[in-house]
């Protein structure tokens, strides 16, 4: 079974930057991809950015490119969002997203706002 723990959220103001990260324990060896997904009130939850194990291939989300990074440290078993130029309407809760070979596993989430 494998858990995933977010930090790094928060209050940052328009033009700023943050940076998630997303710690996995388990069995690391069930994970294909991760992905970082966000939910504002009242929208439904999206991705933002997705990374595969094997390659590292990323995707991102047409309203991050250019804007956010995402990427891995195997040997830390941690995945990370850069989040730079953030704007008020990346306001939301992160949450970090194991695709693994018995189904899906999701975080907790972390809270991350924009200030204008």
């Known amino acids: 079974q494998v858990q995933l723990v977010e930090s790094g959220g928060g209050l940052v103001q328009a033009g700023g930057s943050l940076r998630l990260s997303c710690v996995a324990s388990?069995?690391?060896?069930?994970?294909?991809?991760m992905g970082w997904y966000r939910q504002a009130p009242g929208k439904q939850r999206e991705l933002v950015a997705s990374?595969?194990?094997?390659?590292?291939?990323?995707n991102y989300a047409d309203s991050v490119k250019g804007r956010f990074t995402i990427s891995r440290d195997n040997a830390k078993n941690t995945m990370y969002l850069q989040m730079n130029s953030l704007k008020p309407e990346d306001t939301a809760v992160y949450y970090c997203?194991?695709?693994?070979?018995?189904?899906?596993?999701w975080g907790q989430g972390t809270q991350v706002t924009v200030s204008s």
């Open positions: 990374i595969t194990t094997k390659w590292g291939s990323t």
């Open positions: 997203n194991a695709n693994t070979i018995v189904g899906t596993v």
């Open positions: 388990g069995s690391m060896f069930d994970i294909n991809a």
